[in-house]
């Protein structure tokens, strides 16, 4: 499986999480639970924004988007892990390989802008709540989501074209289980450090900026509540920042940790990896459910609606 040193690698091998069969069928088990659940919160939080008129708020507006680049974000990954898991030949084709990878940043870098987006949007909300509407008007808010889509898009492009311009003319088998630029990079023919800068230039501004305005905003955020004198309010606007906090916290650390952290062990980069690739998208939508009392309230309406229909059905 390996090219010449002057042929440039047309496949890759991915060597995946683990030799062992049994281990792989355990991992297969796993993940095709996690990414059904990923896929089904996900479309559901969607439908329900869409359908209940109460969740057409800016909030919902951006956790829609957010939950959209989650469900691209794990299907852009995990079907073909689940097919490598149960396959003896885990070869992607460099073309495959470079789609993956561009997608995968994509949906990747967009969520990092639509968490920061959804912090000012809280911000607002809690510390300028008279001015809310009229400062995060549905133009306001198209525009947002738009920039956040926008930049994912430009920060991807970027990071694709320099780890895929390099020359690969060696090894070609990835020590990942999808393509990633940093297990990526590790196969140049020829010196990545410019490419690595790059890289690490790209995420200070998809990442470390994001996190600095969302750090900025629950200053403020914190600052505002402790000073309520209602305990019911306080409560609420604790509840609401709660679960974008967890998300964040999930989210940021386990991406700083792969693309802005010194270089760690690959098994240690693999597990994490896996964290934010396969793990996080499914909890995204959860937390926000099982946290939120509007979207629990969506979902027993919705629950309800369907249940009334089908006794009229039956009578």
């Known amino acids: 499986m390996r090219e010449t040193n002057q042929t440039q690698v047309t496949e890759f091998l991915l060597l995946g999480l683990s030799d062992d069969p049994h281990t792989q069928k355990l991992l297969f088990i796993l993940f095709l639970g996690v990414y059904l659940i990923t896929v089904l919160a996900n479309l559901l939080l969607m439908y329900l924004v869409q359908v209940d008129s109460q969740l057409h708020t800016p909030m919902y507006f951006f956790l829609c988007n957010l939950s959209l680049a989650d469900f691209c974000f794990s299907t852009n990954i995990v079907p ?17 390989c470079a789609a993956q990878l561009l997608f995968f940043l994509i949906f990747g870098c967009t969520q990092c802008a639509f968490l920061a987006v959804m912090s000012y949007d809280r911000y607002v909300a809690i510390c300028n709540p008279l001015h809310y509407p009229s400062i995060m008007t549905w133009r306001v808010c198209v525009q947002l989501a738009a920039g956040s889509w926008t930049s994912g898009i430009l920060v991807s492009v970027v990071d694709t074209t320099f780890t895929l311009s390099l020359p690969y003319q060696g090894s070609n088998s990835i020590a990942h289980f999808f393509c990633e630029a940093p297990a990526l990079l590790i196969l140049a023919s020829t010196d990545t450090h410019t490419s690595e800068m790059v890289i690490f230039l790209m995420g200070v501004v998809i990442l470390l900026i994001p996190v600095s305005l969302i750090l900025v905003s629950y200053s403020h955020i914190i600052v505002t509540v402790v000073r309520m004198k209602s305990a019911v309010g306080r409560l609420k606007a604790f509840s609401t920042c709660g679960s974008h906090l967890i998300v964040v916290i999930l989210f940021y650390g386990s991406a700083i940790v792969t693309y802005m952290a010194p270089k760690s062990s690959k098994e240690q980069e693999k597990l994490v990896s896996v964290f934010y690739a396969v793990v996080t998208p499914m909890l995204n939508p959860l937390i926000y459910s099982l946290r939120n009392k509007d979207v629990k309230g969506a979902l027993r309406k919705v629950a309800t609606r369907n249940f009334s229909c089908r006794l009229e059905i039956f009578h």
């Open 80 to 96: 073909q892990a689940l097919a490598h898991l149960l396959s003896q030949k885990k070869v992607i084709s460099f073309t495959r």
